[in-house]
């Protein structure tokens, strides 16, 4: 037996807990032409792993593979882009996750002495890009062992590629496709 007025409080706070749910629900609903609200609940993802010959031509002093992007990050890229469906946010992931499979090019300088400048191909969009890299060392990251994070990304047009390589700032990692339009 409840306390009188008690179960007249749970119906209420029901009520009013399905009435916060629907507003909830219509305000997810009338952005859907904006963003996806599957976008708006993004986690960490992994894009794929470094590969041992990216690390080792660099001189890179850690073991991990592993490469990270944060949800902030991926909202971030997804934004800039101005994708509206999960569809499109997964194919943002898989072209960064194809690019960091296939590394051509570490970029220097790096302003950061953990951040790297990976140029990376992507084969289903015939384009380069390039995406820093960031090494988080064991002793500052939460898992504690070092962690590979991609901070953003950005195409790496043909121009910019003339501009780095005539400059001498590509060192490269593996030869393999590149666009058309690239000039070794």
């Not at 140029?119 to 995406?131: E, H, L, M, T, Y």
């Not at 064991?138 to 991609?150: F, M, N, P, Q, V």
Request: charged share 20%; glycine share 4%; hydrophobic share 45%.
């Amino acid at each position: 037996m409840l306390p009188p007025g008690t179960q007249s409080a749970i119906v209420s706070a029901h009520a009013h807990h399905a009435a916060s749910l629907t507003s909830a629900y219509t305000a997810v609903q009338s952005t859907r032409g904006y963003r996806n609200a599957a976008l708006l609940e993004l986690a960490d993802q992994l894009l794929g792993e470094i590969s041992d010959a990216a690390v080792t031509v660099r001189g890179i002093p850690t073991i991990a593979r592993k490469v990270l992007i944060s949800s902030k990050n991926l909202r971030h890229a997804i934004e800039r882009r101005q994708v509206s469906s999960q569809e499109d946010a997964d194919l943002v992931a898989l072209r960064l996750s194809e690019a960091l499979l296939h590394p051509r090019f570490w970029l220097a300088p790096q302003s950061n002495p953990n951040v790297y400048l990976l140029i990376g191909f992507s084969p289903s969009a015939d384009k380069c890009i390039k995406f820093p890299l960031k090494l988080v060392p064991a002793i500052r990251a939460a898992t504690k062992i070092d962690e590979w994070w991609c901070q953003t990304a950005m195409p790496f047009g043909s121009e910019k590629f003339r501009e780095a390589s005539a400059k001498g700032l590509l060192s490269e990692i593996q030869r393999g496709s590149l666009p058309a339009n690239f000039e070794r």
